[in-house]
């Protein structure tokens, strides 16, 4: 059986814990490879050495670092193939859809190509008699990032581009349930030019991560991952005096008001919906209609296209919409959350719960599910599903529709889909929620921009990637200097006011 180690000091190295998981192969439910489990010494080493590497790597021109990145992006597009074949037989997800995860992890890393221009200070000239003040950005230290199994490229590289390029080493504790594309990254951010040492990826479950929270050497923690597991990093790294920020679950409303054109709200659905079988944070999980014969109209649209949605393995090409789920813990717990939704009263529209994959019976497929007159005490709405499972709740007014997206614990995205202007921007204006689609169901921010949600989505200050994430990798220094030649006034005993 294939051991999937770590990526220490610049090469990949076996794990010593005597601890592994399985890494499966969603699409036939077989076990592919074992993949170590980092105990809490082999996570202090690595942190140990990637401080004694770091001041190197932060003294080194910004520009220098931003090169790195930049050869980066070009071996990303020379093995995008590669990576996306190996990301789609650990995680499950299409070809197409894996290509378009490394895509918006690589945008990011051409985002940090600008470090020199982000990590420019700011300079007073003559601030005071004499006196100039500036301040500059400065690297934390060895900062790390621990990350969520459903975008196995594009979240490492939110959290490593920018924290490199900023001049932090960088710990990575990627997801262990599919560990092999983070190790092909720190291989090619190897070959780009960044020293040894400077990322160390780390596979692990909560032991090396309480050994990230623990480790005094180690300054900030970006995480990614379900909200239970965010607040447990967050309390635990913020009471240890660390710089946290943590991006938490999801539950995300869709409005479709009557003046919608129904045909690109049923598309748009389905594809934020049921894509990567639901398993994004960004996916669309609730609808909701407003007024009884916007239901009904949209309904009747979604069903056709539901039930022609083609679900199968990454391998048979680009004829299929959407893959297995990651494990079948996952699946089951899919599988419950729809038998509740039965159980407490809901419509089952679409019924997918007697799928089955001709030869691939032994994978986690899911069919996909569509459920109407869903109300909020349900557990299929409170809860995030994290699967194909789309939930309909009826509203008769826009102000019910939008109180439904504000009440909700979550508030990670949602969107509106109208023609009228005035609903939208009062949408956008008022809904408390992090990020916001008008007429596109999964407004996901490109790398210039910040992405984060609100509520029980996340926790800490500051988003990712964008200027955001610049700041989040580097504390501010400010300096108040003057020189002999300055004015000389004295001894001063009042706080001092600039003339
Ligand atoms: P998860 O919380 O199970 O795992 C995330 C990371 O935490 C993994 O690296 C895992 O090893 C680690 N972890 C798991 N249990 C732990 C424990 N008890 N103690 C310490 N560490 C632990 O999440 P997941 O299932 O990998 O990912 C899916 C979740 O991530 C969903 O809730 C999804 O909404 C969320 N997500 C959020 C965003 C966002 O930006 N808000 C983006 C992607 C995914």
Redesign the pocket.
């Known amino acids: 059986m294939k051991e999937i180690g770590h990526w220490i000091n610049g090469a990949l190295v076996a794990g010593t814990s005597g601890r592994f998981a399985d890494v499966f192969n969603p699409a036939t439910g077989e076990v592919q490879a074992h993949v170590a489990l980092a105990s809490k010494a082999e996570l202090d080493a690595a942190v140990a050495s990637a401080a004694a590497a770091q001041p190197k790597w932060g003294a080194t021109n910004p520009q220098r670092r931003a090169r790195v990145m930049m050869e980066f992006v070009r071996l990303l597009n020379r093995d995008m193939d590669k990576l996306a074949e190996a990301l789609s037989s650990e995680h499950g997800k299409t070809i197409p859809d894996a290509k378009g995860d490394i895509q918006r992890g690589l945008e990011v890393i051409e985002y940090c190509i600008g470090a020199p221009q982000m990590l420019k200070g700011e300079f007073t000239d003559s601030a005071g008699p004499g006196i100039d003040m500036y301040s500059m950005r400065q690297p934390i230290g060895v900062a790390a990032g621990?990350?969520?199994?459903?975008?196995p490229a594009m979240?490492p590289m939110w959290k490593m581009g920018p924290a490199l390029a900023c001049g932090n080493a960088f710990i990575l504790?990627?997801?262990?349930?599919d560990p092999s594309v983070p190790l092909m990254l720190a291989a090619l951010l190897k070959e780009a030019g960044l020293p040894d040492g400077i990322l160390q990826v780390i596979n692990?479950?909560?032991e090396s991560?309480?050994a990230i929270l623990d480790n005094p050497d180690v300054g900030a923690i970006g995480?990614?991952?379900?909200?239970p597991?965010a607040e447990?990093?967050y309390g635990r790294g913020c009471s240890n005096g660390k710089r946290v920020q943590c991006?938490?679950?999801?539950k995300n409303h869709m409005i479709i008001m009557p003046d919608a054109d129904m045909d690109q709200a049923a598309d748009a659905l389905v594809g934020a919906g049921y894509g990567a079988a639901g398993e994004r944070?960004m996916a669309i999980s609730v609808a909701v209609p407003v007024g009884d014969e916007t239901a009904d109209r949209l309904i009747a649209k979604l069903i056709p296209r539901i039930e022609k949605l083609k679900v199968g393995p990454y391998t048979a090409g680009n004829d299929v919409d959407y893959g297995p789920v990651v494990t079948a813990a996952a699946k089951a717990n899919i599988l419950k959350l729809v038998e509740s939704g039965v159980a407490q009263g809901a419509t089952l529209v679409v019924d997918g719960r007697g799928f089955n994959l001709q030869g691939y019976e032994d994978g986690f497929f899911v069919g996909p599910h569509l459920f109407d007159h869903v109300t909020p005490d349900m557990d299929i709405y409170r809860k995030?599903i994290?699967g194909p499972v789309l939930s309909t709740v009826r509203a008769k007014t826009y102000e019910e529709a939008l109180g439904y997206a504000m009440d909700h614990e979550y508030g990670?995205g949602t969107a509106i889909f109208t023609r009228d202007g005035d609903t939208a921007r009062d949408f956008a204006a008022r809904v408390n929620v992090g990020m916001i689609g008008i007429n596109v169901p999964i407004p996901v921010p490109l790398a210039y921009h910040t992405?984060g949600?609100w509520k029980k989505?996340?926790f800490g200050d500051l988003n990712?990637h964008g200027p955001d994430s610049f700041r989040f990798y580097t504390r501010t220094k400010t300096i108040t200097s003057r020189w002999p030649s300055g004015i000389k006034e004295g001894a001063a005993f009042n706080f001092k006011q600039m003339d």
Not at 146 to 151: A, H, K, L, M, Y
Not at 247 to 250: I, K, P, V
């Open positions: 621990i990350t969520p199994f459903n975008f979240i504790k990627p997801s262990e349930r692990g479950d909560k991560v309480d995480f990614v991952g379900s909200t597991i447990y990093i991006f938490g679950g999801a944070c995030e994290f990670n992405f949600g989505s996340a990712q």
